[in-house]
């Protein structure tokens, strides 16, 4: 199974971090969309980002709108301010629409909080100062192990 994540990680690298955590169970590379030269080669494609105003950060919604999937499977990675919450902030569900609408197979998605200096916040030293924190890093990489075993099965 060859597989890749490709990340936008721009507040503070905490979706980086996540995502590394991610790709060291997968055994794989992490890539900013436009160090991507098609997904053909890879059976499993995850998409992951910081969220900015309810949705994953521009350049991957570009990404995952203009790609064809062709039945790939796929999976989310995020870290955010606030949890998703069904029908008022379900960022993991728009962007799970997304890469169905593109031809994606979606095997799960996986978010935490992420530091957040964004606007006022940043003069008092943010919100979620120490995440990802060492338990965000060991759920990010059951939920691989998890992802890992149903791609196989
Ligand atoms: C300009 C800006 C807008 C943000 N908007 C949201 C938001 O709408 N919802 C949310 O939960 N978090 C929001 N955040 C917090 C980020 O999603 C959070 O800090 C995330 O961990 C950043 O990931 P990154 O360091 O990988 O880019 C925002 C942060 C910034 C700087």
């Known amino acids: 199974m060859k597989s890749i994540i490709i990340c ?10 996540v995502a590394e955590a991610v790709a060291g169970v997968l055994d794989c590379e992490v890539k900013e969309p436009g160090e991507v030269d098609g997904i053909e080669k890879y059976d ?3 998409f992951a980002a910081g969220i900015y105003y309810g949705d ?7 990404f ?3 790609v064809k999937g062709d039945g790939k499977h796929a999976f989310l990675v995020s870290t955010s301010g ?4 069904p029908f008022f902030n379900n960022y993991e569900e ?3 629409e997304r890469l169905e609408e593109s031809g994606f197979e979606v095997l799960g998605s996986f978010t ?8 006022p916040l940043k003069l008092f030293g943010g919100m979620y100062k120490n995440r990802p924190n060492g ?3 060991t759920d990010s990489k059951s939920f691989s192990a998890k992802l890992f075993a149903s791609f196989k099965s």
């Open 64 to 66: 995952v709108e203009t």
């Open 8 to 17: 936008k990680s721009v507040h503070k690298g905490n979706t980086k971090e």
């Open 44 to 46: 499993l494609v995850g």
């Open 94 to 96: 728009k962007m799970e």
């Open 112 to 119: 935490c909080r992420g530091h957040d200096e964004f606007g």
């Open 82 to 85: 606030f949890r998703p919450l």
């Open 135 to 137: 338990k965000d890093l």
């Open 56 to 62: 994953f950060h521009r350049s991957i919604i570009d």
